[in-house]
């Protein structure tokens, strides 16, 4: 079982920019496919970013030119860099992480409160 230990996150202005940082325990984290999703109060939680095992990365259209999912297999971290912040970037923020061979993300960080005050 893989766990997923989220940090970073907080409050800042429209405009700004903060990191999210996701610590996989175990030695599996280079054969993970991994995921930031968000879910804003009253919405479904969406995918924001993915990034494959084999590096291949994804971004939803609203955050792309503004965020950055990237991965450091030696510290079996995942990051999310997010720049120029908007209020409807807001939400709870969740990494994620699925076996390259897997459909569904399985395993979950327990999440990080992003807010973008206008």
């Known amino acids: 079982q893989v766990q997923l230990v989220q940090s970073g996150g907080g409050l800042v202005q429209a405009g700004g920019s903060l990191r999210i940082s996701c610590v996989a325990s175990?030695?599996?984290?280079?054969?993970?496919?991994m995921g930031w999703l968000r879910q804003a109060p009253g919405e479904e939680r969406e995918v924001v970013a993915t990034?494959?095992?084999?590096?291949?990365?994804t971004y939803t259209d609203s955050v792309k030119g503004r965020f950055t999912i990237s991965r450091d297999n030696d510290n079996n971290t995942v990051y999310l860099q997010m720049n120029n912040l908007k209020p409807e970037d807001t939400g709870n923020y969740y990494c994620a992480g699925r076996y390259f061979n897997r459909l569904e993300f399985e395993f979950w960080g327990q999440g990080t409160q992003v807010t973008v005050s206008s």
């Open positions: 175990g030695r599996t984290f280079s054969i993970l496919d």
């Open positions: 990034i494959s095992y084999s590096g291949r990365i």
